[in-house]
């Protein structure tokens, strides 16, 4: 096993006299997933993985140096903010090492009274990881974090080191593994009557001038033959959805994962950048099928409305938060293996102060998940949907001690507990939507989540 070592970082953290210790090591030949899974008796429940549209970046955390959950409605933002900025701001690191990533993610509605998997979930969940990994630049880095108030904490160090070599020596003697695809015993639409009665009860709402779009989702609830791990379920969305962001949160018994095609922003070196994705149809049979269905989508009114609701939103954000910033005028294609979206690129230059979380908490949640006017629409969705969404389209993901970082809004996703998991997917409701057209548009949103899951809708 080869090492290149770099700095070993010690941080008076002031508040509250806690020293945040950092050792970070280059590592040859190491595969993001085989490391996540070398944490699987130890540190399950309490490691995450994240990979980039791009895969420029991966991430992978095992164990918690520290973790944030609060309650706090919509000061979470804020308080997570905060948290994050006194853990961090005496950290002096050099330009060329990854620095620590507080990974995480909000819940879509922190309002929301419904009982079910997301019970006892904060309304804010994030953590800092004992062992991160970062592959960037076709190089691996893995850092060792130590967040403690002992005042001699050398030998526990010492000990880190130990495990964070026997986790680098099982991913690599374990690389090669592959994992098969669950067997499904049971497929269940959860509260199929009360969708249809939720989609005609909005969209009469939204006739009467009450709301101008209100996104309204489902959920299904598979059952397996045996418990899947965490490693099986994000081995299997990186072979079928390899074109989308990637992400895995666990907390306790729950793996929150999925393959969104959904950025909410991302921020570097205080330059930030947005896309509004809404509208959206399926994939041809053939090159010829999908172009028709392409232009169809372009000039359908319905989408094209509903995808102006987010383009508005998101610019008024940015007006609020950046020096300047561009919206081009029209929408393109997004692709992706089983859906096509209308999608326009934002980007602006922040004010100084402004950061990543107030970037998200204004955009949270975006018109393309919740509807327009927002207040109106959440209103709606609480007293219709018959579920709690917990993650699902919320926005998860990552920051830096610099203020870099990245959050993407979880949908195509799955909260998998042992043998269950519950796969979520919604639409736009407006004044001319059909039941059934909503209901159909949510299998095609179910498939990726449900074929990586070993399961097909009998079409």
């Known amino acids: ?53 791009e895969k420029t970046l991966t991430i992978v955390g095992l164990g918690q140096a520290i973790a944030f959950e609060n309650r706090l409605g919509h000061q979470r933002f804020d308080e997570i903010e905060y948290q994050w900025k006194e853990l961090t701001k005496n950290i002096v690191m050099e330009e060329q090492e990854p620095q620590p990533i507080l990974f995480g993610g909000f819940t879509f509605d922190p309002e929301n009274k419904e009982s079910g998997e997301w019970d006892g979930f904060p309304q804010s969940y994030f953590t800092v990881a004992t062992f991160q990994l970062i592959k960037q630049h076709e190089k691996t880095y893995v850092s060792i974090h130590l967040i403690t108030d002992q005042q001699d904490s050398s030998n526990l160090f010492d000990e880190l080191r130990e495990e964070r070599d026997r986790l680098i020596h099982a991913a690599q003697v374990k690389e090669l593994k592959t994992y098969d695809k669950p067997e499904i015993l049971s497929v269940h639409e959860r509260n199929k009557e009360d969708y249809f009665q939720a989609v005609e009860s909005v969209t009469n709402l939204i006739r009467n001038q009450e709301a101008d779009k209100v996104v309204i989702a489902r959920s299904l609830e598979l059952e397996f033959k045996d418990s899947v791990s965490s490693p099986q379920a994000i081995y299997q969305i990186m072979n079928e959805q390899p074109e989308s962001f990637l992400f895995g949160l666990e907390r306790k018994n729950l793996l929150f994962f999925g393959a969104t095609p959904e950025r909410l922003v991302k921020v570097e070196n205080q330059y930030a950048y947005s896309a509004c994705v809404a509208g959206s149809i399926r994939r041809g049979t053939t090159a010829k099928e999908d172009k028709w269905l392409g232009e169809q989508l372009l000039s359908d009114s319905k989408n094209l409305i509903e995808h102006q609701y987010v383009v508005d939103m998101i610019e008024s954000t940015f007006k609020k938060l950046c020096a300047q910033y561009k919206v081009p005028k029209r929408p393109k294609l997004l692709k992706i293996r089983d859906i096509q979206h209308l999608y326009t690129p934002v980007e602006g230059k922040l004010y100084q102060d402004a950061s990543i979380l107030q970037l998200v908490k204004h955009l949270h949640p975006t018109p393309a998940l919740g509807g327009a006017p927002r207040s109106k629409a959440l209103q709606m969705i609480r007293e219709f949907e018959k579920m709690n969404r917990g993650l699902y389209a919320g926005p998860i993901g990552w920051m830096d001690a610099d203020g870099n970082g990245e959050f993407v809004v979880a949908i195509r996703s799955a909260a998998l507990i042992d043998n269950k998991a519950y796969l979520y997917a919604g639409g736009g409701i407006v004044a001319d939507s059909n039941p059934m057209t909503e209901y159909e548009e949510t299998l095609v949103k179910f498939r990726p989540m449900l074929r990586a899951l070993g399961g097909q809708f009998n079409e």
């Open 1 to 53: 096993m080869q090492h290149k070592w770099l700095k070993t970082t010690e941080v008076e953290v002031a508040s509250n006299k806690l020293s945040f210790y950092i050792e970070t090591i280059e590592v040859n030949q190491l595969s993001p997933l085989a490391f996540f899974a070398a944490g699987e008796k130890k540190y399950k429940g309490e490691r995450f993985f994240w990979q980039n549209r």
